[in-house]
């Protein structure tokens, strides 16, 4: 069984997963079918659950059949569409433009990588995409999926088999 993501206005969203229901937060321009980077939408459509990266020293490993690995200070993902390590994850320091997650926020405790633009990568198709820990007003993200984190870790728990996750505009 999947996970569903629909768009309920503009950046909130819902998620359902056999019989959990969340409120989720979107990217800031809603959800599309054409994700270019920079857009701030989430892309729409079927993307796989790659694996969980966590931080170990605000959270301990989560109960998930999602592979796990636990980041660090010097861990990075690439947004540099011009780079040849785009949409991939990185070793800081690094030149090029890119994520940090290791980050001051709550919001990457947790950060389950999404199979969007990965297989393969086209350059400037939206990178990062993540579903990950929500800030506490539900505040839109640049493209992501974000969660409260008791209902991020209850979805982890809940995952079986070859779960993917979906994301729309509407149910249907």
Aim: hydrophobic letters at 35%; one cysteine or more.
């Amino acid at each position: 069984m999947d996970i569903y993501v629909t768009q309920k206005e503009g950046s909130r969203g819902l998620l359902t997963y056999n019989n959990l229901t969340f409120d989720c937060a979107l990217g800031k321009s809603g959800v599309t079918p054409a994700k270019r980077e920079g857009d701030h939408a989430s892309p729409e459509g079927r993307f796989a659950l790659r694996k969980l990266l966590y931080r170990a020293d605000k959270v301990a490993k989560p109960e998930t059949i999602l592979p796990a690995q636990a980041i660090d200070r010097n861990d990075g993902w690439c947004d540099d569409p011009g780079h040849e390590a785009y949409n991939r994850p990185v070793r800081l320091p690094f030149a090029a433009r890119h994520e940090t997650l290791w980050r001051e926020d709550e919001l990457y405790d947790l950060v389950v990588v999404l199979g969007h633009n990965d297989d393969p990568v086209v350059k400037g198709a939206g990178s990062c995409i993540f579903m990950h820990v929500a800030r506490g007003d539900y505040g839109p993200t640049e493209g992501c999926i974000a969660l409260e984190k008791a209902d991020l870790l209850k979805l982890l728990a809940a995952i079986e088999g070859d779960t993917a996750i979906h994301i729309a505009t509407s149910q249907g």
